[in-house]
């Protein structure tokens, strides 16, 4: 436990709230309907603590939570905070202001008053489990901060919000401006595909991934479909390891090729309040495309003139079927920490135009074809939760070939089973009926995720799509990091740098609009100056972060006009400007504009 403060030390501390103090009543754990003005530093000195209310065993959620307070005010006061550890059966708080990082649970037990005189307090017993209240409390005439939720990952999450919005301040005099918030995210589906075998991808470590998820933490994601296949160390079908898929990819380098690592990776994941989904497709690309070794019969025939049939497996064929159930089965008895499969259809590969799959099976253009993949995906699914009931499934839907095949949606509105989970792929809101029309895809289920390559969208593309997802009924969205295939950028450093420009601010929007998916593209700008910027920084520098992030994406493909390089130049312009005044969370974010505006100009001279 913490030791008192000096008497001198204190009393400074009181004067200097002493302003924001007299317009309230001194109740033991009175909430502050006007915020707190909570000092950090003085003088360049740390003046408050942060305490966190811990469980039983380590909790990497909390000790991330912490992170994001005491390394920021680290970086930009050069001074660090007193962290407080404080086990939930410690009895009373210490003295002092601070931070208070705790779930609901804990904090019934050290502060039950803080509940029980707050309104925002008892409402996180309610809330969604990722769900936080940051509440402003004086206690005995001291300004505290608790950060409360029903979840470790929901403190994490207020505390990334503390981080983001309220630290402000000269390196001398760093604080905390908090008003009452509570948030819970509002889609509940917030996923990432990630892909792991295109390009360089292979060739990430399990530590690599770490790093990778801590940021996939940060901007609010709850699930991760990981691909798998091919990097799995199959024993009844070594031919699907380490393999390469012609020119398209690769598990020959992998770096995350035992059981081990990948049992790391997905214990990493959920240490970070996310579900980790085991990721292979259903007889394509590297793993499952070898799994019949091209036995005659068991390859998609593909339509005439159309792709070769050798990329992906007949989903009728008994000998393709056994050999995709076993591959699930023995991915998950192996590992079977995970929470669930993410399986890709192969419609990619287009359709089977065998004498099984093309036999009609009503009179509106349905194929057995689809009937058989979706049977195929219950008894994977049947087999995997004979031992593992727990397991989830997300599987890929949406694609042109089943645009004519109301039977096959029909299929998947009875597979209301809540394991199962569907992820959008080729930007489809409606799916046919029988009666020849379409209905929207809420009516096929409540688990349907829109899935997009946001990363090599625009910021306004994004926003449209959640509000109209949102507006549809979806359940959520899903966002795809694939740096080996496509970024958005030109970085090909391992791990991909999430912390830079594009990445950075792609995450945070995602983040933003997957919580409050009715805020508007003005809505959205204004956070990200918020986000960014000081509140002594001019507007336009959210403006130019934004747009700085469409010229990497833009010049990365090559795409750039003359007048785009001209608005680099005014940007560099105001950046200069901005840093004579700028507070130390505005000259972090102007370090990254001028990182991609170097960037830029290193990949403007080296192309031709």
């Not at 740390?46 to 909390?62: A, R, S």
């Not at 240490?271 to 497709?281: D, E, F, H, N, P």
């Not at 010049?555 to 003359?562: E, I, L, N, Q």
Request: some cysteine; hydrophobic content about 40%.
């Amino acid at each position: 436990m913490a030791k008192p403060r000096a008497i001198a030390r204190s009393l400074a501390i009181v004067a200097a709230l002493m302003p924001v103090w007299d317009s309230l009543s001194q109740q033991p754990a009175a909430v502050s309907s006007e915020g707190v003005r909570l000092a950090l530093t003085r003088k360049g000195k740390p003046v408050c603590k942060v305490i966190m209310i811990t469980g039983k065993e380590p909790e990497l959620l909390l000790q991330r939570a912490t992170d994001a307070i005491v390394h920021t005010v680290e970086r930009w006061g050069g001074t660090a905070l007193s962290i407080v550890a404080l086990g939930e059966d410690a009895g009373r708080l210490p003295r002092g202001q601070a931070i208070v990082l705790t779930t609901l649970e804990r904090l019934r037990k050290v502060s039950p008053e803080v509940e029980s005189e707050n309104a925002a307090a008892m409402r996180t017993a309610l809330m969604e489990s990722e769900g936080f209240a940051c509440i402003p409390v004086f206690e005995r005439d001291v300004a505290r901060i608790y950060v409360v939720s029903p979840t470790p990952r929901g403190v994490y999450n207020g505390a990334v919000f503390l981080r983001d919005f309220c630290i402000d301040g000269t390196r001398q005099e760093l604080y905390l401006q908090a008003n009452m918030t509570t948030r819970s995210p509002q889609m509940p589906g917030r996923a990432v595909y990630a892909l792991t075998i295109w390009g360089n991808e292979q060739l990430y470590t399990a530590a690599d991934w770490e790093r990778v998820f801590d940021s996939f933490a940060r901007d609010g994601l709850d699930r991760v479909y990981f691909w798998v296949s091919g990097h799995f160390p199959s024993k009844k079908f070594p031919q699907t390891y380490r393999v390469a898929d012609d020119q398209f990819d690769s598990t020959r380098e992998s770096r995350i090729a035992t059981l081990a690592d990948q049992r790391r990776i997905i214990r990493y994941g959920q240490s970070l309040g996310m579900k980790v989904y085991l990721g292979g497709a259903l007889g394509g690309w590297v793993g499952t495309r070898f799994l019949t070794k091209g036995q005659p019969g068991t390859m998609k025939k593909p339509p005439e003139g159309a792709y070769e049939g050798k990329y992906s497996l007949c989903p009728s064929h008994p000998v393709s079927r056994r050999a995709l159930i076993e591959y699930y089965e023995e991915i998950f008895d192996a590992l079977p920490e995970a929470d669930g499969l993410y399986i890709e259809s192969a419609d990619e590969w287009g359709r089977c135009d065998c004498q099984l799959c093309w036999k009609p099976v009503d009179a509106h253009g349905s194929r057995q074809f689809g009937q058989s993949q979706l049977s195929l995906l219950q008894e994977i699914a049947r087999t995997v939760w004979q031992r593992h009931s727990h397991a989830r499934f997300a599987y890929t839907i949406g694609y042109s070939e089943h645009k004519s095949d109301p039977a096959y949606y029909s299929v998947v509105r009875e597979m209301s089973d809540p394991r199962f989970e569907w992820m959008e792929a080729r930007d489809s809101w409606e799916f046919p009926v029988p009666t020849g029309k379409s209905l929207p895809a809420r009516y096929f289920s409540n688990s349907i995720m829109r899935w997009r390559q946001y990363y090599n969208l625009s910021l306004e593309d994004l926003i449209r799509d959640a509000n109209r997802t949102a507006k549809e009924g979806f359940y959520g969205l899903i966002s795809a990091f694939e740096p080996g295939a496509g970024s958005g950028s030109f970085y090909k450093d391992i791990p991909f740098p999430t912390g830079f420009l594009p990445y950075v601010l792609t995450g945070f929007v995602f983040r933003e609009i997957t919580w409050e998916p009715a805020m508007t593209l003005e809505d959205m700008r204004k956070r990200v100056q918020a986000r960014f910027f000081g509140r002594e920084a001019p507007g336009e520098l959210g403006e130019d972060f934004w747009r700085l992030r469409d010229l990497v994406r833009i010049f990365a493909a090559g795409k750039s006009t003359a007048e785009q390089i001209q608005l680099l130049a005014g940007i560099e312009r105001r950046i200069h400007q901005a840093r004579v005044t700028g507070n130390p969370k505005t000259i972090e974010s102007l370090d990254l504009m001028n990182r991609a505006i170097n960037d830029i100009r290193k990949i403007s001279i080296a192309k031709p």
